[in-house]
């Protein structure tokens, strides 16, 4: 099993990125996905969920509107554009399905 995270990068406040997180070794189909963030010195938060489908979305709030989650179930692959960054997006993010976990992509968010 591997999520693998890519995309990160630093970036300049009000600039945008989009992260990748390419699935291999399961079903990618049945599984919900979540990106969550850490940032420095502080706990893992939940970013953005997407359903199996697709159907579904959910975003913490402080990413509403700025932050969309998508997915490719055709390539097992999920995807998170992110505009309008801020500085307190910067964090390492990561790829979640049910107990699995990528190793992070970091996004830093600095003039």
């Known amino acids: 099993v591997q999520l693998v995270e890519s995309g990160g990068g630093l970036v300049q406040p009000g600039g945008s990125l989009r992260l990748s997180c390419a699935a291999s070794g399961f079903t990618f189909s049945l599984y919900y996905i979540r990106w969550y963030r850490q940032a420095p010195g502080k706990g893992r938060e939940l970013v953005a969920t997407?359903?199996?489908?697709?159907?579904?979305?959910n975003y913490e709030d402080s990413v509403k509107g700025r932050f969309t989650i998508s997915r490719d179930n055709a390539n097992n692959t999920v995807y998170l554009q992110m505009n309008n960054l801020k500085p307190d997006d910067t964090a390492v993010y990561y790829c979640?399905?049910?107990?699995?976990w990528g190793k992070g992509t970091l996004v830093t968010v600095s003039s």
């Open positions: 997407i359903s199996s489908s697709g159907r579904i979305t």
């Open positions: 979640n399905a049910g107990n699995y």
